[in-house]
């Protein structure tokens, strides 16, 4: 329950000289204990240092993205992220693991607990003041996309200013503002070209630091990914590009009928219906009331929890030009025990989405910080991770009249359809990735590849408008995952595929599917990816069966069958 307000915990920069020498004096008990009480009195102790230090690191990056112009906290971001980065508990995960208390540990811990510490541990061996210069390089790019401005109707914009004016059931209108975006990007590709070519470097350092043949190797280890890995994976976007991408074809032909213009082109993307897309009937603070509402009907722990968030300043979803935009999250407070979610609601249906998703996540880290005592176990499996939050998406529907009125289905149906967008675009940067970590970089090979893929997946969408400024590489520098979250997306893809066979389940059965779900979210991560879709019976994504099931359900909510 709720201890401190968000805005009342104060802010101390971390003191990582003697956090190293926590980890030293906690690894050298651990050695010498001789009982398991031992054992468990330094690591609570630990635990409850590292809970401080998180805490602090956390405040950190949350009050950088609250106002990008606030000086103090970009650089404390910077500094935190980087020195965080370079810090390493592998005197404690050796100490752990060469104890003769093993087996006493597995059974205060769990098995699953010196499990992850042996994965971890043998992959961060070398290349920690690389891991910090990649945290710097993505804070630059961090810093450096927030602080892009556009010159729109005689004045300046910013990003989510000029969100509204792009998605203008006016034609003419969203066409002016892609047209000013893609000229600021244009102007700016090669300083972000730049960057992303330094980021390809150090991660190719990082991989071979650490004994890996290249960085596909090396993030497969780093998320997780033993059971399963590049085989499966470019399995997925073959069945994707097969099966999903002909689907989205015939959606854009749909779209471009619907919108009532001659060719379905670049400056229609995103638009869904003639009057425009569905907007949620007021701000952030009617939105937070809704959600209210909406958890109340759903579930009694969900609304409790939604509350204590809501009234204790844990949710920040005020529109504000300062703020990060084009993205939400959600992380939790360590020393609270709560989560924290941070939006930017402009007026959007995705104000909606992303207040859902990330609320998903917090059920999630709510779950699992109660059932564990052990923070290891509080951070599912990477590919795991995401489904809780686009299973709660869909589980939302029923309630999108709260938001949304007399437009809910258009809502729905537009939700749907970003759905099969984004399976589709998060196997396009699989793809593009791939080539981007196993190649050489090269600023025009790179740009070349993007726009080949996006041409493939976006089939059916008329570039030649914009060609010059494609070939600029607008599209690929203005992509926030590939520099923030490599080898990450295709995750996206993978928890919509899951999480749309837990809306299967619910649809048959609520209590049933609803049931599932809270059992995803509360098994943090006790178990591995493999294990834990075992458990809750569902599908591994990257099986036919699975990508089937959904080009069927999605063929059949959009009238998309032929």
């Known amino acids: 329950m709720l201890k401190t307000k968000f805005g009342d915990i104060p802010y101390i920069r971390p003191d990582y000289e003697q956090y190293a020498r926590n980890i030293e004096l906690c690894a050298r008990e651990i050695r010498n204990a001789d009982t398991m009480e031992t054992v468990r009195r330094e690591l609570e102790k630990f635990w409850d240092y590292r809970t401080q230090v998180e805490t602090m690191e956390t405040l950190a990056f949350i009050r950088c993205y609250q106002d990008c112009t606030d000086a103090f906290y970009q650089e404390e971001m910077q500094n935190t992220q980087s020195q965080a980065a370079q810090i390493s508990l592998s005197l404690i995960y050796d100490a752990l693991l ?105 991660r190719g350092q990082i991989a071979q630091a650490n004994g890996c043949a290249n960085y596909l190797e090396y993030a497969n280890r780093e998320k997780g990914r033993y059971s399963y890995g590049e085989t499966e994976l470019a399995r997925l976007c073959r069945m994707v590009r097969q099966e999903l991408v002909p689907l989205k074809q015939r959606l854009y032909e749909r779209l471009r009928e619907r919108l009532g213009v001659p060719v379905y082109t670049a400056d229609d993307t995103g638009i869904y219906f003639e009057e425009g897309n569905p907007e949620p009937e007021g701000d952030a603070r009617f939105l937070l009331g809704q959600a209210a509402k909406m958890y109340r009907q759903m579930d009694r722990e969900f609304a409790a929890l939604f509350e204590t968030m809501r009234d204790g300043g844990y949710i920040d979803c005020q529109k504000s030009a300062n703020k990060i935009t084009g993205m939400g999250f959600c992380t939790e407070i360590p020393s609270e025990k709560l989560p924290f979610i941070f939006g930017n609601c402009i007026g959007r249906y995705t104000d909606v989405d992303i207040l859902v998703h990330e609320f998903g996540h917090g059920i999630q880290m709510m779950r699992s910080m109660e059932r564990f005592s052990v923070p290891e176990y509080w951070e599912m499996p990477n590919d795991l991770s995401e489904i809780p939050s686009k299973a709660m998406e869909q ?34 940067i699989h793809e593009f990735e791939t080539f981007l970590y196993t190649e050489k970089f090269d600023a025009q090979k790179a740009i070349a590849e993007y726009n080949r893929l996006s041409e493939i997946y976006d089939a059916g969408i008329d570039t030649s408008g914009c060609r010059t400024y494609l070939d600029k590489g607008v599209s690929l520098v203005q992509n926030k995952g590939i520099y923030m979250f490599p080898r990450y997306l295709i995750s996206y893809a993978m928890s919509d595929i899951s999480a749309i066979n837990i809306r299967l389940q619910y649809e048959a059965d609520k209590e049933k599917g609803l049931a599932i779900y809270k059992k995803l979210c509360g098994l943090g991560g006790s178990l591995e990816y493999d294990g834990a879709m075992k458990a809750l019976g569902l599908p591994l994504p990257y099986a036919e069966q699975a990508v089937m099931d959904v080009k069927d359900y999605l063929a059949e909510k959009l009238d998309l069958k032929k």
């Open 395 to 428: 589980l939302s529907y029923e309630y999108a009249p709260l938001f949304f009125g007399e437009r809910a289905p258009q809502f729905v149906k537009t939700h749907l359809i970003t759905i099969l967008e984004e399976i589709c675009g998060y196997c396009m």
């Open 98 to 202: 060469e104890s003769p208390l093993r087996q006493e540990i597995d059974g205060a811990y769990g098995g699953q607990f010196l499990l992850k510490i042996e994965k971890e541990r043998s992959l961060v061996q070398g290349g920690l003041e690389l891991l910090g210069r990649e945290q710097e390089l993505i804070a630059q790019f961090q810093n450096k996309i927030s602080a892009v401005k556009f010159q729109y109707g005689g004045r300046e914009v910013s990003s989510a200013e000029l969100s509204k004016y792009k998605e203008s059931r006016d034609a003419s209108i969203r066409k002016k503002a892609r047209e000013a975006s893609r000229k600021v990007f244009a102007g700016r590709s090669d300083e972000f070209l730049q960057l992303m070519g330094e980021l390809v470097r150090v």
